[in-house]
């Protein structure tokens, strides 16, 4: 029955995260820009907008120079978040791709830095003053889930071990439409039930900043209102029509 259960849950969540994320994805792509509007200083060529996005996403550039403990904290967070992800590869590939191996060891202690980071971003929100002023309950609430599945990743890690095996054999057989069972262990239960809340959540939380990272105006905007005039897809429309 919990083998059932999960495996409806595990393909419900995987479609709402998919079909949510490519909806958001459309309503991002169709929103107007009427204003050129690039946080300056601001690359004056595409190509500069192109550096300029991948320090964003990869070295998150103006956090960086917004304030170095959230910069660190979010950073710890995002990378060990990466590695995490990439090491659970091994549940759903067979054989597991030599480099998904090299990972291991990392990915194992990422967790760990994963954990550290989340709590430490969860402790900002709640003792400086002016980022508690700003922070909604949502935000509480999604670092709690983010720290509740790390917590309890760790747990079956180092300290109940679970059939790995089987665990793997079941996710294997979601990939295949070939039911497998599920260990019986409340732990992996509550592990794999936040991991679903996650999937259906992130398409309707702050989470698409993802996403909506790269249909930032102020972060993908060409600086160069002097050179070219900048006109909004539905005016360019408004004016042939006229």
Same mark, same amino acid.
């Given at each position: $029955?919990?083998?059932?259960?999960?495996? @409806?849950?595990?393909?419900?969540?995987?479609?709402?995260?998919?079909?949510?994320?490519?909806?958001?994805?459309?309503?991002?792509?169709?929103?107007?820009?009427?204003? /050129?509007?690039?946080?300056?200083?601001?690359?004056?060529?595409?190509?500069?907008?192109?550096?300029?996005?991948?320090?964003?996403?990869?070295?998150?550039?103006?956090?960086? &120079?917004?304030?170095?403990?959230?910069?660190?904290?979010?950073?710890?967070?995002?990378?060990?978040?990466?590695?995490?992800?990439?090491?659970?590869?091994?549940?759903?590939?067979?054989?597991?791709?030599?480099?998904?191996? $090299? @990972?291991?060891?990392?990915? $194992?202690?990422?967790?760990?830095?994963?954990?550290?980071?989340?709590?430490?971003?969860?402790?900002?929100?709640?003792?400086?003053?002016? @980022?508690?002023?700003?922070?909604?309950?949502?935000?509480?609430?999604?670092?709690?889930?983010?720290?509740?599945?790390?917590?309890?990743?760790?747990? $079956?890690?180092?300290?109940?071990?679970?059939?790995? @095996?089987?665990?793997?054999?079941?996710?294997?057989?979601?990939?295949?439409?070939?039911?497998?069972?599920?260990?019986?262990?409340?732990?992996?239960?509550?592990?794999?039930?936040?991991?679903?809340?996650?999937?259906?959540?992130?398409?309707?939380? &702050?989470?698409?900043?993802?996403?909506?990272?790269?249909?930032?105006?102020?972060?993908?905007?060409?600086?160069?209102?002097?050179?070219?005039?900048?006109?909004?897809?539905?005016? /360019?429309?408004?004016?042939?029509?006229?």
């Amino acid at each position: $029955m919990m083998s059932t259960f999960f495996a @409806i849950l595990f393909y419900f969540a995987s479609l709402v995260l998919v079909v949510g994320t490519l909806y958001r994805i459309s309503v991002y792509t169709r929103t107007p820009a009427p204003l /050129k509007i690039p946080t300056t200083p601001a690359p004056t060529t595409g190509g500069g907008v192109v550096l300029r996005m991948m320090r964003e996403v990869f070295l998150f550039e103006s956090l960086f &120079k917004a304030n170095l403990w959230t910069w660190g904290l979010g950073w710890l967070f995002h990378v060990s978040l990466l590695l995490v992800l990439l090491r659970h590869l091994r549940y759903f590939t067979e054989p597991v791709w030599s480099w998904v191996a $090299m @990972i291991q060891p990392f990915g $194992m202690y990422a967790g760990i830095t994963m954990v550290l980071g989340v709590a430490g971003l969860w402790a900002r929100r709640l003792f400086v003053e002016r @980022i508690r002023y700003i922070s909604t309950p949502s935000d509480h609430l999604m670092l709690a889930l983010f720290l509740a599945i790390g917590l309890s990743g760790l747990t $079956m890690r180092f300290v109940v071990h679970g059939d790995v @095996i089987a665990v793997k054999g079941f996710m294997l057989g979601l990939m295949h439409f070939d039911l497998q069972t599920l260990p019986s262990n409340i732990l992996l239960y509550l592990h794999l039930s936040l991991v679903a809340l996650l999937m259906m959540i992130f398409p309707i939380s &702050k989470l698409l900043h993802a996403p909506g990272l790269f249909f930032s105006p102020s972060r993908n905007q060409v600086d160069n209102p002097r050179e070219k005039r900048h006109i909004a897809a539905w005016a /360019k429309r408004m004016e042939s029509e006229n």
